[in-house]
């Protein structure tokens, strides 16, 4: 069953930090290039990062410097660091990934992020 699983999610202050997880599961999905990205209520859904099967990342202009996007290949998990957080980061984050079978694209369940002022 082709999956993505977030976790790590929770209420902190500004300036904190909390670490994401994305475990993919499914062979069409677990070795392909990974985004995260968040939603809050009444908006598009916003780019926040992205890393390739080789680890090449790219960021969204307002987290660079302050997030970081690795992945462990191993465990078919992508992670998301985030230090520094500010209240405006608060939100609901998403990984997503194509099927490589289907070309569409698989969504998790999303996390709650909250920072607090």
């Known amino acids: 069953q082709v999956q993505l699983v977030e976790s790590g999610g929770g209420l902190v202050q500004a300036g904190g930090s909390l670490r994401l997880s994305c475990a993919a599961s499914?062979?069409?999905?677990?070795?392909?290039?990974m985004d995260w990205y968040r939603q809050t209520p009444g908006n598009q859904r916003e780019f926040v990062a992205s890393?390739?099967?080789?680890?090449?990342?790219a960021y969204g202009f307002s987290v660079e410097g302050r997030f970081t996007i690795s992945r462990d290949n191993t465990k078919a998990t992508v992670y998301l660091q985030m230090n520094s957080l500010k209240p405006e980061d608060t939100a609901i984050y998403y990984c997503?990934?194509?099927?490589?079978?289907?070309?569409?694209?698989?969504w998790g369940q999303g996390t709650q992020v909250t920072v607090s002022s």
């Open positions: 499914g062979n069409s999905i677990r070795s392909n290039a």
């Open positions: 890393i390739t099967q080789d680890s090449r990342a």
């Open positions: 997503g990934a194509v099927d490589s079978t289907t070309t569409r694209i698989i």
